[in-house]
């Protein structure tokens, strides 16, 4: 079955960097785009950045320049290089891949203050 497990959250220091870790199992990762998706309190779920199969990324407005995308597939993980941070970037984030049904990781906490 497929498994998405999120680890790298923490607390952070505003202007400082953060890296997220999605380790993927049950279905073939190379395959698959995968996704980043955080939630801060009180707010939907938005999405922060996409990886496709061939590498290609994008990102959402509030994270560009910021953040970095990437992925290992020979690790069957993806990343989430956070730069640069704001306290507006605390949220709980999340590791997603749809494969018809979309599959979600258990989330990490990430909370940037001074």
């Known amino acids: 079955q497929v498994q998405l497990v999120e680890s790298g959250g923490g607390l952070a220091q505003p202007g400082g960097s953060l890296r997220l870790s999605c380790a993927a199992s049950?279905?073939?990762?190379?395959?698959?785009?995968m996704n980043w998706y955080r939630q801060a309190p009180g707010k939907q779920r938005e999405l922060v950045a996409t990886?496709?199969?061939?590498?290609?990324?994008n990102y959402g407005d509030s994270v560009k320049g910021r953040f970095a995308i990437s992925r290992d597939n020979a690790k069957n993980t993806v990343y989430l290089q956070m730069n640069s941070l704001k306290p507006e970037d605390t949220a709980v984030y999340y590791c997603?891949?749809?494969?018809?049904?979309?599959?979600w990781g258990q989330g990490a906490q990430v909370t940037v203050s001074s």
């Open positions: 997603n891949v749809n494969r018809g049904t979309a599959y």
């Open positions: 049950g279905f073939t990762f190379s395959r698959y785009a």
């Open positions: 990886i496709t199969s061939l590498g290609n990324t």
